[in-house]
């Protein structure tokens, strides 16, 4: 152990300064903060009824971005073992050995501490709390334990992903209203599929590493069936959402649709022997998030 170590803070050390930052910059899964801005800023203009602060818009991302930076750190250093196994993991900056556990885990932690300071300095406490609640839940609850203990791990792990939207409406009311708690529901209901349809494909990496996931332990068939029953209720409540929020025609329409598509591809998925289907569904979902929380913006800013 001590050895790695030294090899790799060795190996830290003679890199180039540009190959070190784009390691550590891995470190922080950028796939996750760009789920973190999707979701944020459509809650904020939607519990502002317009454009808040630009200051508070700014404030609110960095701190959000820091958190959840954090929190991959941490998730990276908890699950180094994991990664070190599993093909789509091991070029990851620790198993290759170009950043050591250590500065992993200094680098998470820093960051968290720092998004909980920024956010009860500048934003307020009910976010700051909600940013720390989410980085612990990531890599205390989900990462240390879930992840490895249960076949419900990307369901119940999926409560820190959708703590975004609400850190974004509390920002702004300072409090979680009902609006803030479908904005929640909506990204929770959204993970297990998005993830799924990508986790099938990678059945036989989860299954050398012993992680539990739902195509390793119940197997394909019900995990697509869990798809599709996951993606009609993501739909669902984006609609409700829309008639609790007073949203009109532009994303009552886009969510309609948009949850139509996603309807449809996990059916598609679910009729398609194989892994057929997985990577369309995958893409598309991701698409169906963004458009879905841009149509809030659209319609309350466009439309009012």
Do not use: C
């Not at 929380?293 to 659209?298: S, Y």
Request: proline share 4%.
């Amino acid at each position: 152990m001590h050895s790695e170590a030294g090899l790799g803070a060795r190996g830290a050390a003679g890199r180039r300064p540009g190959a070190l930052a784009r390691d550590y910059f891995t470190l922080t899964k950028p796939s996750i903060i760009l789920l973190l801005l999707i979701t944020t800023v459509p809650a904020m203009v939607l519990a502002e009824g317009g454009w808040p602060s630009t200051w508070l818009v700014i404030a609110t991302l960095i701190g959000g971005v820091l958190a959840a930076g954090g929190a991959g750190a941490v998730n990276m250093y908890i699950d180094r073992d994991i990664d070190a196994i599993m093909q789509r993991t091991r070029s990851r900056p620790i198993p290759r050995g170009s950043i050591t556990a250590r500065q992993a885990l200094v680098f998470g932690i820093a960051q968290a501490v720092a998004s909980g300071v920024w956010l009860a300095a500048t934003v307020n406490l009910v976010s700051a709390a909600l940013a720390i609640a989410a980085f612990l839940f990531y890599t205390l609850v989900y990462s240390a334990y879930l992840k490895r203990t249960t076949v419900h791990n990307t369901v119940l792990g999926g409560a820190a992903g959708a703590i975004p939207p609400l850190i974004g409406w509390t920002a702004v009311t300072g409090s979680i209203s009902l609006e803030g708690a479908l904005l929640f529901l909506i990204v929770f209901y959204w993970q297990p599929p998005h993830f799924w349809a990508l986790a099938l494909g990678l059945a036989d990496d989860y299954r050398a590493a012993n992680v539990p996931m739902m195509p390793v332990v119940l197997g394909e068939h019900e995990t697509k069936r869990q798809i599709v029953l996951y993606s009609v209720m993501t739909a669902a409540v984006s609609l409700i959402f829309g008639v609790v929020a007073e949203l009109g025609a532009l994303y009552l329409a886009v969510a309609l649709a948009g949850g139509a598509g996603f309807v449809w591809f996990a059916v598609h998925v679910y009729r398609t022997p194989g892994v057929g289907g997985t990577r369309a569904m995958f893409r598309y979902s991701t698409s169906y998030l963004a458009l879905l929380f841009a149509a809030m913006v659209a319609d309350r800013l466009l439309i009012g």
